[in-house]
């Protein structure tokens, strides 16, 4: 890729598993397995070309409301990312940092997502952040809830830092794949002033390629964040 700005921090919406599959007459499970495969592929690309920061919504709040089998099936994905993975996740030599309610989740996988934000602690490479079970809206209410608690006004500052995020600079760029054009609950606060990326591409096809133009379309991007 020809030399050209690089957003820091790059946080992805990783639509279209189920539709991609379906597509493929295979199981939405499947399209979620080669869905992760793709996240691997993907991510240790953008840390390749130096992005610093990377965010990815694994699963939302409102995807715990889907069919139980789905559910569970989204459950083994973690078991296995988490547990079986863990070797491909220190390769990439990335700090894991999960956001998100994981109290809901089998005590198996929290024990894992535990162990393994343990284990990468240490990494310098850059910082990969995994939403899961994860709600903007409902991470927006635990941090005005957090400032009540401690009796405190709080200006943007402050209130950042009652966020999940809170530490983490605000992705630059937010790529969202599957043809659909909002946010979806993720990241509402942060996204402020973040530049949007939309593909038309189902989540497993998008490609390393895929991403440097998103970068090259962020790239050319004039950002004034209100200013002239």
Not at 139 to 150: T, W
Not at 152 to 172: N, Q
Not at 179 to 186: A, D, Q, T
Request: net charge positive; hydrophobic share 40%; with cysteine.
């Amino acid at each position: 890729m020809r030399r050209i700005k690089l957003p820091g921090h790059i946080a992805f919406i990783m639509d279209g598993n189920g539709r991609w599959a379906k597509r493929r007459l295979r199981p939405r499970g499947y399209g979620h397995k080669m869905g992760v495969q793709n996240m691997f592929k993907v991510c240790g690309h953008a840390f390749e070309l130096g992005i610093r920061i990377v965010t990815v919504f694994a699963l939302s709040t409102e995807n715990l409301a889907r069919p139980k089998e789905e559910v569970e099936e989204l459950f083994e994905l973690f078991r296995t990312f988490f547990g079986k993975k863990r070797e491909k996740m220190q390769e990439m030599d990335v700090k894991i940092n999960v956001i998100g309610d994981i109290s809901v989740l089998p005590a198996d996988i929290q024990q894992s997502i535990l162990q393994m934000m343990e284990e990468t602690a240490h990494c310098t490479r850059g910082l990969l952040n995994i939403c899961v079970n994860y709600g903007a809206r409902q991470e927006i209410v635990r941090a005005v809830n957090l400032a009540v608690a401690y009796g405190r006004f709080v200006d943007e500052a402050g209130f950042s830092s009652f966020l999940l995020t809170g530490g983490i600079p605000d992705p630059d760029l937010i790529i969202r794949t599957g043809g659909e054009l909002r946010l979806s609950n993720f990241l509402l606060y942060q996204a402020a002033y973040s530049e949007l990326y939309f593909s038309n591409k189902m989540w497993p096809e998008f490609s390393k390629r895929d991403l440097e133009r998103a970068i090259e379309n962020y790239s050319a991007r004039d950002r004034r964040f209100g200013k002239v």
